[in-house]
């Protein structure tokens, strides 16, 4: 699909703006639509040289948004970056005069997301193999880094207390769901303390992991960051909707939980205990429906209408589904 | 056969029609349709249905006052009947959405 007339003339506009009249842009591509932004890859052409690059500009604001703002998401990004972390490098920031909303530019990394090619594709058997040692690789460096090092993330909601930022917002979207409030009361009730707050990618699973044949090469889509316990982001790795026709194998439907636990722990030397995986696991499950509400609450409301928002709303039953029966004890 | 092209042929017509497009998208496109086959399939079900008319399975006012009593913990003491009643509705619910979600426990419809 490509992206309308204006949006490729604004997009060189802003290239020019930063590399020179000679520059121009070519091979514009809308790849998706995601839940918080809109992504176009396109080629920047100087001279003999050509760049794949990305940019990302967001298609969701709001109040009580549970994204960080693009400002922000390019500040980390270029910190976790400089670190050395497996990140697509950041390129440049739009300002009001590129009017290309807010958002970012950032190099083209080659590989695949599409969850059904990761998870099934004989092709990606070696990098399988690896995927659930690697991913603790990942978060243990990830967790590592100093959280004075993004100051900005320390105010964030999710960050003071991530169960009341939930709260908070699906109480203002107003649509009673008595699962999410089973859900919301159990977690107020049986939250474990938090010794120590790491840098959280917030959104690490499947689907956000750029993965060649060979294993995992970039972790995309900061959004979610916050700062909170290491154990929220491997409960959510671990989460049921991440699971793709595996529901057994709660590592993004490729492994069970047991090599991956063990390997963040030898990266860490912090020992992970299955109830707090437990925990935050249900934690998961609850911001995963509360994120739905969200979307449909959006189509309802005309602010971003489309097909996949309008199955949000519907899928949100299922997420409950897990909820319930991870309540009840039955899926752990 | 009856000459009469009830709700679900109107559906199953359109959800043809959406194969037949996708066959020749880009995978935009291609995605957006399954999607729309996946909505189109929800739909069937439900009239289909017995349990559900597509309308929300619980009334809306019991819904609010169940989660205002959870919230406030008056139902703490009522913790495992207030889940299997919610599990109720919402197997309910996901029988329409996507049956093959529930576990075998809940699986027959």
Redesign the interface.
Known sequence: ?TADQATIENLSNALRRRFGQGARVENVR???VGASSSTLIFELVDGASRRMLVSRTETYTDRNSPFLSASDQFALVFEVFRSGFPVPEPVFQYDPDDEMGDGYVSVFVEGVTLPKTIVHSPAFAGARSLFAVQCAELLATLHRLSPSNFPYLGERSDSIDPIAAQRDRYMGYGV????I??G??WLE?NHPPVSRKSLLHGDFRVGNLMVSERGIIAVLDWECSHLGSPSEDIGWLCNRAWRFGNPGMPVGGIDKAGPLLAAYERFTGTHVDDDEIRYWTIFGLVRWAILNVMQAKGHLEGNRRG??Y??CG??T??I??DI??S??G?YL | MTEFVDSLELLRTVQEFLQRIAATSDAKSRFEAQVATYLLDMVMRELRGHESTGADVDDAQDVARLCAEIRSGSRDALWNETVEEVLTSTVLRVRIVRPDHLSAEHGDA
């Open positions: 699909m809308a790849p998706s009673p769901r008595p699962a409030d089973l919301l009361r009730k097909l996949v309008a199955a519907r899928n039953s299922l409950e589904y319930l029966m309540l009840k039955v």
